[in-house]
């Protein structure tokens, strides 16, 4: 490569103890550690870093990013590294994985030597569950209706007209949210089996970061602790539904039925019918239900909640969103079923809220490891390289998202719509707000992109739209302030906080008082 302007290493994050310094300010103030990755960034177009036993290169920038969905990255090694240490599956199953060089697309990796037998490639297997439950549009259909109909046994809890004092925002969807989406996906009998398997779920939830990246340890005996007590909850779960579950008629069941109670939707059952077929050991079992459900619920409930928080502090919005969703009322509706999802999908305003929250509150590092040599924004790369991008880096770039009224770090509920003149049926010209991103597409990237872009997104969208719009449509509310985790009083709002994996959770929570309307 002589004369050619490739520079070998790129340029490291700066730190005080070498080694020591960024990882713990990575698990103390993931923030202003991102921060500091945007600042460097701004100087070269690639810096490297090591985060506890891990090197990483951190790139940004809408194109930079998009380079990482090139087939020469993968996320396997990464994935790994939770199943292993954030969900802890056995070195034997974990040996299944790492052994499948094949990766994850119907085609073999061209680089790989030696491809397992289709019946063995565990990468293209586990994409192939995850899309035909998740792609699927009539497990999606299902999954609204049933989802809809969850929801609202918990918000026909509350008595018409009267009003209810002392409701957390995200402590209600915490709970709420999350039970009607874990009946919809797994059914009934896992929340039968463990009524406070959901407290045990968010108690490792705040782990997953930092034990995905090794360093939890023995420092952190409590992140271990919370694992392993929701893995075994969610073992103990599959070894009891699917003792109870008729597997003779699950032959029939595939085709024709898209819920049953024990467990749950069709993704659930193709998920446990794959795990039966990879043998794989309990711990890993539970392990794997543990991802699963974190995928479910770590980053609806969230997003679901900072869009209520955006909603309900600006009663001007609300009245403006309540309005737009009436429009998606399914005419002569139950309680249980009023609301058309295909078109409360396509509304404009409730559309921008939804992508305004994601652009603001995600914050993942999408991580891919480079399957062979690569030249990446003149740097030279090796095989095995691990590259993250912070998605903070291009969704708050201030030239790409931000006005002279609305800068890019504010929320701005309407920043992804234009006022359109359209002529209506009697020929008149009446203005039309629709649903834009303006070109801005390729700096967004809330749910990764490429091959291993996110498979629960339009779950995600159908469980988030229609929880905002259920409660929106359904109550009055009257915000009453800001609390802290421990119940005080805070005298700011909530902004993102540190330490969550994909979406940021409020650091304080949003009170209000509600009375439901019908
Ligand atoms: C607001 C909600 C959600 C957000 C922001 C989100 C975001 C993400 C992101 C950033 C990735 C990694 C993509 C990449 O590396 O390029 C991912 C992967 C994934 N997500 Fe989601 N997700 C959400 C909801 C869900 C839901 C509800 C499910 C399942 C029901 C789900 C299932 C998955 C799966 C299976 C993958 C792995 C895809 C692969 O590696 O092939 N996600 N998600």
New binding site residues.
Partial sequence: RQGSKIQRKPPRLSETIPFVSNTWQFITNKQRFIDRVREALKSSPIVSCWLGPLKVHFVAGGSNTSLLFRSSFT?EPW?NRIQKHAAGYTSNDLKKFTGDESG?ASLPRKSTKASPPPEKRIWHLM?RV?EDG?MNENSLTTFTKTYQGFFNERITAFTIGEWVEDIHVFAFLKQDMAAAATRS?LGHRIIDLYPDILDAFWDWEQYTDMLAFGIAGWFNWRAVAARDRFCDMCFTWYETACREYDWKKAVHDAQVEEWEPILGSRMSRGHVRWMKDFEFSDRTIGGMLALFIF??HA??IP?GTWMLIEIIKNPELFRAIKQEISQAMIQGHTCSEFLDYPMLAALPLIQSVYVEV?RLH?G?L??RTSTEYVEFASYDLPKGSVLQAPTAVPHLDEEIWGTPDHPAREFWAYRHVELKKVRDATGQITNRLEFSMKGRKASYF????????????K??KS??LTSVAMIVSRFDVEFVGWVKPDGSRSGRPAIDSTGNA??SHPDRDMKIRWQRLW
């Fill in positions: 996320s994935i994850g994409h995850n998740l996906m995928g479910l980053n609806t997003i994601l995600v993942i999408l991580t809330p749910y990764g992109g490429g091959f291993h872009m996110c498979t629960g997104r779950y995600a469980e988030i994909v979406a």
